[in-house]
């Protein structure tokens, strides 16, 4: 047996594990991506076997055993694998590596480390699951100050100070996006392609501050009576929900933008709109980075 | 044959013909209700065969062959009977029985004359249909000044100056308040009773201002903390969607409901804490009264 740390040991595999999807990446020391795996087991679809799950993930990836395995997102939710207690926003984003949670069940083949979400409590109640991974990432790539969005089904609109999370504030607006095109009234009307004017007049809309009750008929109201080609609904209501975000944040500055090329573009669009200057940061980068701070903790 | 008016025709039929359900009222000159039928027959049910759907109604109420038959509603939309085009908002509400198109069918027995819809066009483009019938009657009925807000799936807010319609606000309450109940992240929590001190902080949270898109995840984001119990999200939802509409409105004085017991009810514990007093009319009892308006224009 090798008295020093087996290389082994310095590679660490993490798991963005959300509520549909699931997202494995390998990394080494450094943060360098050796391998990675996407599939559809969510929380939702291996809540009846986490373990099992885990366990089958591995496999595919044939991960060395002592490899150590961290987990975000869901997994850690009372609907996941185990209910981690959340931290207080007030806990620094550095101090994550320090939290994790360990569940050690046998069935599932070796221990799997948690990242706890933050809440915010008092008056503006506010939880998350998975971005402070992401964040964690982006303070270790030196960007410790400023306002982050990370848009998807609940956008979160974070405000950090020397690393330390501010305030959050979650938009469930991918969501509602979902709803409203599979149900009720404006789904009829929401099949259009992208159209940048519609969503920019979306943007104004959402600037007069009206409820999103009201403007979202408003939808309606614009295409029954011919003021709005049915065509541009979807991407008009787009512009509803992704400016009230900015609407709501104020003029926040400096605004960095974790997402997807097209959700980055789509952000930057409503940024440009509202004057205010949108940096990007690719997801990947910044949850292998965090996976490498995470990594810097675990003892060979 | 009398050379006077037959007797009959001093009667009306009046169908309030909405979307999902449809209600007749048989009434007098006075616009004393004779009889009244409802069912679901509404404008998604009718639509393979309004002029079916029509007769049958007609033939269930053994309404006499000479009593005209006027419809209000979404029958007169562009997916009901006939697309009849919506009114301008500065028409006055007496005028809508000089107003009626007259849909004569072959298959339908009988005419039947479609009481038009109003739209609001410029910045703030809204609709209505049906709604316009109820506020002649409450004009009937003395209520010529006033805000009137009319709840339901689109729940409607009018300001009514001297019979004219000035503003009409629509907010999508109770159809969000039903799809949010049926998908999504708050469907499963959404299964409490009615709980007045959650329906209160829900009008609260409405007032501090931020989108809906927002303070709804608050609501997740309470029950997973522990800050608030899963059984008073549904009435903290409910609050929230009410209370958007109170503030969007601010002071609206004098104001007056027209909707069912239940619904008055809500609304008016609403007004009470925004400070506003709010005055109760029976939907049945203005929209008989519209009817006696219409009659009186219909000639014999």
Redesign the interface.
């Given at each position: 047996m090798d008295t020093c740390a087996p290389t082994s040991t310095r590679r660490l595999l993490g798991i963005d594990w959300g509520t549909s999807n699931r997202r494995a990446y390998l990394v080494d020391a450094a943060g360098t991506r050796l391998a990675e795996r996407a599939d559809d087991q969510g929380m939702l679809a291996a809540r009846p076997d986490f373990a099992g799950s885990f366990a089958r993930l591995l496999a595919a990836m044939d991960v060395d055993a002592d490899v150590p395995v961290v987990a975000s997102g869901m997994v850690g939710?009372?609907q996941g694998w185990r209910d981690i207690p959340?931290l207080d926003i007030g806990v620094p984003l550095e101090a994550l590596p320090d939290c994790l949670v360990c569940i050690d069940d046998p069935r599932a083949g070796r221990p799997c480390l948690i990242v706890p979400g933050y809440?915010?409590?008092g008056a503006?109640?506010?939880?998350m699951r998975g971005e402070e991974t992401q964040l964690l990432g982006a303070v270790a790539l030196g960007r410790r100050d400023g306002w982050f969005v990370l848009p998807g089904t609940?956008s979160k609109w974070v405000l950090v100070e020397d690393g330390i999370m501010r305030r959050i504030?979650?938009?469930?607006?991918g969501?509602?996006f979902a709803?409203?095109s599979?149900?009720?009234?404006l789904a009829p009307l929401m099949t259009g392609d992208d159209d940048d004017a519609a969503f920019v007049a979306g943007l104004d809309e959402a600037r007069l501050g009206?409820?999103?009750?009201?403007a979202?008929?408003?939808v309606?109201?614009?295409v029954?009576?011919g003021?709005m080609p049915a065509a541009q609904a979807r991407s008009f209501v787009s512009g509803l929900?992704v400016g009230?975000?900015f609407?709501?944040a104020g003029r926040a500055a400096p605004l960095t933008c974790i997402g997807s090329p097209a959700l980055q573009a789509r952000y930057a669009r409503a940024a440009g709109h509202f004057g205010v200057t949108l940096a990007g940061l690719d997801p990947d980068r910044v949850y292998c980075a965090a996976l490498a701070r995470f990594l810097d903790r675990i003892p060979s």
């Open positions: 939710s009372a959340y809440a915010q409590r503006h109640v506010d939880v609940h504030a979650t938009f469930m607006t969501e509602l709803t409203l599979a149900h009720g009234t009206a409820p999103l009750s009201n979202l008929f408003g309606r109201a614009r029954v009576t003021a929900l009230a975000e609407v709501a």
